[in-house]
C-alpha cells in the first residue's frame, strides 16, 4: 500500500514539473507536431522514471553489534494460540485504509466514466449504417449535434451541417485520423483514471486536446481551403458542447487564442532549443527519485583475530546443521571459524564443508582442532569446538543442532529522536585477488518505519484500550513474523504474573476473567505486517515476545 502511494506521488510530481515546462516554454509556439510527442513522451517518462529509478553506491561502516536472542523457546512453544476472534478485534481502519478507499472509488469513478462513453459510442456505431464519404468512414446521427471522430469513424448529424460545409469538417477529422491522434486521447484517458486526484493530469489532457486541433487547423488550411471560411464555421460551432472525452471535437478550445494560432508566423527553428528544458526536468526526476545501494566494509571483529595466517596442516570440516526440536536441516545458515572471517553456509539438505587453515594443534597427539559458531536468524548460536579425534566426530563429520530462540523486544520512548537506519548487510565481499572474507548474512525482521514508529503504535493504541480501566501490571505476549511479514501464532506467554486492580491484587486463577489480556493480545495482532527476517536472503519465521506494561 504505501509503496502505492509512494509511486502515485513520485508521477504526479513528474506530471507537474513537466506540464509546467510545456506552459512556460512551449505552449505558444508552433511546433505543433513536435509539442504532440513531447506531451506524449513527458507523460511517459513521468510513469517510468518512478518505477525504474537508478541507484547508487554508498559505502557504509558495518555494525559490530549482534542481535541479542533470549532461550525461551520451550515456554513459547507449550503454550497454546489465543483463540482467532480475539485476534480480530484488533483490526483497524487508520489512514492508510481511508486514502486507499477514496482513491479506488475516483479511480473507479472515472473508469466507468471511460466505459460507458466507449460503450455509448459502439452501440451508435451497430445502429446507424456506417457509409463511405470522402474516404472516411461515417456515421450520421441526431444524438449528437457536434462533428467528431472517434478512432477511424467520423460522426455528423446532417441537420447541422449542410453539403458546402462537408468539405472543411472532413479535412479536419481527416487530419485527426490520419494522425492517429486517438491514441494519445485513450492513453491520457487512461491516465486520468489512475491519476484523476491530480489537477495537472487534466491540464495535460486538456494541452494535448488543444495541439490536436492547432494540427487539424494547420491541416486543413495546408489543403487550400479558406481562413476566413474554415473560421466562420467554426464560429458557428461555438454554441456547441463537448461530446466525449475521447473523441476529437471541432470546437474545441475554440477561442480567440486559437484563431490567433492558424495565422500566426512559424516559430523559428532556431527555438525549438527551448526542448532542452525537458533534460532538467528529468534529470531533476532522476535524481530525486534514485535509491542508495549500501555497501559495507569489509568487517573487522572485536577482540579477534584479522589476519588468519595458513598453518603447517589445514582441518577440513564437514557437517550438518539440523533444528533440535525435529531434527530438520536448516540451509542457508552460517558456519564460520571463530576468530576468523573464514565460512561457508549449509546446503539444502542442512550440509557444509569448510576449511580451518590453522588449526589448534595437539602438540601430544598431533590432533587437529576448531571452534566453529553456527547462527541462524531466530535461533540461538552455536559455538562447538570439533577435533580430528573424539566423540563429535563420526566418519569426518558432525551433527549441530540449533535450538530456536525468542527475541524479547525492549521497546524505546518514542518521543526521543530515533537514530539513522542501519544499512544492510551485504553478502560476501572480495578483498584481493584470491582471498573472499566471510560475512554472515542475517536480516531480523523489521516493523515499517522501524522499532520506533512500533514503540509509538504500541503506546497510544495500549492508552486508547486501557482508557477508563485500572489495570497495572505487565503482560508478555508471543508472535512469530512468517516469512510473508504476516503476524501469526499470538500467545501470552507470561501466566504467573501478577495484576492489580483498585489495590486489590489478583493471582493467574482470575487472571482469565481480565479483559488487560485481551486487551495485550489486540495490540500484537493489529500491528502491521513487518519486513520478514531472512537468512541470506531467504525469507525465515521469526519468533518474539512483547512485553506490555500497564501501569
Not at 502511494?5 to 512556460?24: D, E, K, N, Q, T
Amino acid at each position: 500500500m504505501e509503496s502505492l502511494f509512494a509511486f502515485l506521488l513520485r508521477a504526479s510530481a513528474g506530471i507537474m514539473l513537466f506540464y509546467m515546462v510545456y506552459w512556460l516554454f512551449l505552449r505558444n509556439d508552433t511546433f505543433y507536431r513536435a509539442n504532440r510527442w513531447f506531451l506524449l513522451m513527458a507523460l511517459v517518462s513521468s510513469v517510468i522514471i518512478p518505477l525504474f529509478p537508478l541507484h547508487y553506491q554508498v559505502l557504509v561502516e558495518p555494525e559490530k553489534n549482534t542481535t541479542i536472542i533470549q532461550a525461551l523457546s520451550d515456554t513459547f512453544k507449550n503454550i497454546q494460540p489465543v483463540q482467532p476472534e480475539v485476534a480480530e478485534t484488533a483490526g483497524s481502519f487508520d489512514w492508510q485504509n481511508i486514502l486507499l478507499t477514496i482513491y479506488i472509488t475516483g479511480a473507479f469513478i472515472f473508469l466507468i466514466r471511460l466505459l460507458a462513453q466507449t460503450i455509448a459510442l459502439i452501440r451508435l456505431m451497430l445502429q446507424q449504417k456506417i457509409s463511405s464519404l470522402d474516404g472516411l468512414r461515417v456515421v450520421e446521427n441526431e444524438k449528437y449535434g457536434l462533428p467528431f471522430s472517434f478512432f477511424n469513424i467520423v460522426f455528423i448529424n446532417p441537420k447541422f451541417h449542410t453539403q458546402a460545409n462537408l468539405p472543411e469538417i472532413l479535412a479536419h477529422e481527416k487530419v485527426h485520423i490520419r494522425g492517429f491522434h486517438w491514441f494519445d486521447l485513450l492513453f491520457t484517458e487512461l491516465l486520468t483514471v489512475i491519476f484523476w486526484f491530480n489537477p495537472f493530469i487534466w491540464l495535460f489532457e486538456h494541452a494535448i486536446k488543444q495541439n490536436h486541433e492547432y494540427l487539424a487547423d494547420r491541416g486543413v488550411l495546408a489543403q487550400g481551403h479558406s481562413v476566413a471560411r474554415y473560421q466562420a464555421l467554426l464560429i458557428n460551432q461555438l454554441m456547441g458542447m463537448q461530446i466525449i472525452g475521447i473523441t476529437n471535437n471541432l470546437n474545441f478550445a475554440l477561442n480567440t487564442n486559437r484563431f490567433k494560432m492558424m495565422t500566426k508566423m512559424k516559430t523559428p527553428r532556431v527555438l525549438g532549443i527551448k526542448f532542452a528544458w525537458a533534460l532538467p526536468a528529468i534529470a531533476l526526476l532522476l535524481f530525486a527519485f534514485a535509491e542508495p545501494e549500501y555497501k559495507k566494509k569489509p568487517l573487522e571483529p572485536m577482540n579477534q583475530v584479522t589476519d588468519v595466517q595458513k598453518g603447517e596442516k589445514e582441518f577440513v570440516i564437514q557437517g550438518k546443521v539440523v533444528r533440535e526440536d525435529n531434527g530438520k536441516p536448516l540451509p542457508g545458515a552460517s558456519v564460520i571459524i571463530k576468530g576468523t572471517m573464514i565460512g561457508t553456509v549449509t546446503d539444502v539438505d542442512g550440509k557444509f564443508t569448510v576449511t580451518d587453515p590453522n588449526p589448534e594443534v595437539d602438540n601430544n597427539t598431533g590432533s587437529l582442532s576448531s571452534e566453529l559458531v553456527v547462527s541462524y536468524v531466530g535461533f540461538e548460536s552455536f559455538v562447538m569446538k570439533v577435533a580430528a579425534s573424539g566423540k563429535a566426530i563420526e566418519n569426518g563429520s558432525f551433527a549441530c543442532k540449533l535450538k530456536e530462540g525468542v527475541i524479547v523486544i525492549d521497546l524505546p520512548d518514542y518521543k526521543d529522536v530515533p537514530p539513522p537506519p542501519p544499512p544492510p548487510i551485504v553478502k560476501n565481499v572480495e578483498v584481493g585477488d584470491d582471498e573472499e572474507i566471510f560475512i554472515v548474512v542475517e536480516d531480523l525482521p523489521k516493523y515499517p518505519g522501524g522499532i520506533y514508529d512500533l514503540a509509538k503504535y504500541v503506546a497510544e493504541t495500549q492508552e486508547k484500550l486501557a482508557k477508563g480501566k485500572n489495570w497495572k501490571g505487565m503482560v508478555k505476549v508471543g508472535f512469530t513474523v512468517d516469512e510473508t511479514g504476516k503476524i501469526i501464532d499470538i500467545k501470552v506467554i507470561d501466566k504467573g504474573h501478577k495484576f492489580t486492580i483498585d489495590d486489590k491484587k489478583y493471582t493467574e486463577v482470575l487472571l482469565k476473567d481480565l479483559e488487560a489480556e485481551k486487551a495485550a493480545v489486540a495490540i500484537v495482532a493489529g500491528m502491521k505486517n513487518w519486513t520478514p527476517g531472512k537468512q541470506r536472503g531467504k525469507p525465515v519465521p521469526v519468533n518474539y515476545i512483547l512485553p506490555v506494561e500497564f501501569k
